[in-house]
């Protein structure tokens, strides 16, 4: 969904630590735990809990204005969950929870979970559009995926999950045309996530290398394969500084229909062009960040350039250009969490992008 894609956000941004027990210290982690490993910070028993509250408000051109909350919190490495809550004056709304449960040493259970209406934008399945080809599209979407991940040790783990989409536009007799565009889809199959994770964070900032491959199969209603496959690399410059690459690109196979294929554009990929830009069912794409600290302790800064593409079979690639800025407030008083306001600019679109955690 484009939701909250092309904020602008007015600056209304808190965070509340809860504590429990005592004097217990706050982390406030994704719930995909298969990110960058983190030391765990202070001591203490099992039984403490570590919570994180972050209300938030603003303004979208789109939806008008929102508010919603974050709530992370974290029990000993062995609960870790997280959940946001959206709502506009438009009656759009997105609820994400996420949980990840360590039963022991090598399994954990591990679920994400997204329940949002709003427009979803369309430029056509190609790589060579412009924006007056969009078309928006109002519709219901819900994304579950529920898995077990097991770790062979610090560095590699293997998640077996199943996924599950579905879409539906919203039933309007002025909207057929819209509806044929991007008709009712729903898909369900099995998802395998290999992890070999050699980074760290050192002080502020990640060092190290990561390598992954994520494969899905689809099996209803009809057999689809997507495999994506990813590598970073952090390179710091000193010990609150440094730079960021991420390598990543992906095939799929099949009878695809328009949620099966990649996208580029929005939050993550290729910021500067605004959601599902382009379309197609295979994609490259690199992307930099320089990461430095600010005046503000609690405030990041970054700079960033994406280029890439999607292509079908009958088309050639030709690399796209993105850049631009943003800003990363750590979330007290770990730092190992942050919410992402990025400034992106392209050739022709320029979005101004929120989301938590890193980009990668």
Known sequence: MRFLSVSLLLGLYFSTIVYSNSHAQ??????????TPTPTPGKGSDDEMKTSFAPLAGYDP??????GVGFFTEKKEKLKTSLLLIYTFKNVYRIEPGFNWKLNDQYSIVGEYQLNNGFEPFYGINNNNSVTDEVDVFGYEAVTRTGLKRSYNKQLSTTYSIPYFFWTPAHSKNDQVKKRLLP???????????????????????EGWSVSNDTK??????????SEFSFRYFVPTSTDSGFGFHTLGGVSFGNRKYFDLFSLGGTDRLRGFLKNRYVGGQFVLQQTEFRFPTFIKSIGAVTFADFGEVFNASESP???LSAGFGLRYSLPPDHIEVIRIDAGFAKDQWGVFFDFGQSF
Do not use: C, H, M, W
């Open 26 to 35: 706050i982390s406030a982690e994704p719930a995909d735990t298969s990110a």
């Open 62 to 67: 789109t939806y008008s204005v929102f508010a």
């Open 184 to 206: 009712q889809q729903t898909n369900i199959g099995f998802e395998v996530k290999n992890l070999y994770d050699q980074s760290f964070k050192k002080a502020r900032i990640s």
């Open 217 to 226: 199969y689809f099996f209803n209603p009809s057999p689809i394969l997507r």
């Open 318 to 320: 030709f690399l796209k």
